[in-house]
């Protein structure tokens, strides 16, 4: 965070991933040997160093969210680096730690503890972004707001826009375009992958991309995955294996995870890097 702070200037950045500031979010995540609490205490004290070390306003996100309203990342990130300014003078929005000030080099820093966040891409044969943006809207847990015949935001009694809710559980989801390889892909985070794993949201993109007349030709695992959210693909594409390489083998094959670049078990699956 202190390297990011002397090296991004966030007066100069443009990107299409939602982002708040210079070091977006730092989660900490129980693996092994640790607790959720042990988490959400050095969600604590990491905030308050950058807070007081660093002069970067920090908010509490998850498990270490000291309101509600705060749980969400998508919440707390809402209007962005952008709107970062307005946000601070909000009291509503005064950070957990730090300053209230607003810091245009590095704005604003998300820590907080959760459950293990799986980022998988589905990627299509298509390089429309509009296609991925309406897969995106039809799986993801929080939907898409709900629209009258003119095309106004649908409100409920209380002013609010009503949504339509996603086909999935603890997904998050939305419409990128890879220029590198020019295909558009659902971007997606996998939550919890115990209610949503990568292989079933891989076939819900399948499916709906089938009604779009688009085919899906791999996908791709950003980061590292938990094994068990690997041999689960395995088993729901080949029930009778049992073998844990024999496993990994047809979930890299199902899913196309070497469709991009090579998908290598030992780099990509955490128990194997502990």
């Not at 160093?49 to 919440?75: C, F, M, Q, W």
């Not at 044969?125 to 309406?134: F, L, R, S, V």
Request: net charge neutral; charged share 25%; hydrophobic share 35%.
């Amino acid at each position: 965070t202190k390297k990011a702070a002397e090296l991004i200037d966030m007066t100069q950045h443009k990107g299409e991933h939602p982002r708040i500031g210079a070091t977006d979010v730092v989660p900490f995540v129980p693996l092994q040997g640790v607790t959720m609490q042990d988490c959400v205490k050095l969600a604590h004290e990491f905030g308050k160093k950058v807070g007081d070390e660093l002069h970067i306003p920090v908010y509490l996100y998850e498990e270490a969210a000291t309101k509600p309203e705060r749980k969400n990342l998508s919440t707390v990130r809402k209007g962005e680096y952008e709107g970062l300014d307005d946000k601070l003078k909000d009291p509503h929005w005064k950070p957990d730690y730090g300053p209230t000030e607003f810091n245009a080099k590095s704005g604003a820093t998300v820590t907080g503890a959760r459950v293990f966040l799986i980022a998988y891409n589905v990627n299509l044969k298509t390089g429309d972004k509009k296609i991925a943006d309406e897969i995106a809207f039809r799986i993801r847990e929080s939907g898409r707001v709900k629209k009258d015949a003119n095309g106004n935001p649908v409100l409920d009694a209380s002013g609010k826009k009503v949504s339509i809710p996603g086909s999935l559980k603890a997904v998050k989801a939305m419409g990128v375009l890879l220029e590198a390889h020019n295909i558009a892909q659902v971007s997606i985070n996998l939550t919890n992958f115990n209610v949503t794993p990568p292989h079933v949201a891989f076939e819900e993109v399948k499916n709906e991309a089938a009604t779009l007349g688009v085919e899906v030709t791999g996908s791709e695992l950003v980061g590292l995955s938990p094994l068990e959210a690997m041999l689960m693909a395995g088993r729901f594409y080949s029930p009778n294996t049992t073998g844990e390489k024999e496993l990994l083998s047809v979930a890299e094959e199902k899913l196309g995870l070497s469709q991009l670049d090579k998908f290598d078990p030992q780099k990509k699956i955490i128990e194997y890097q502990l």
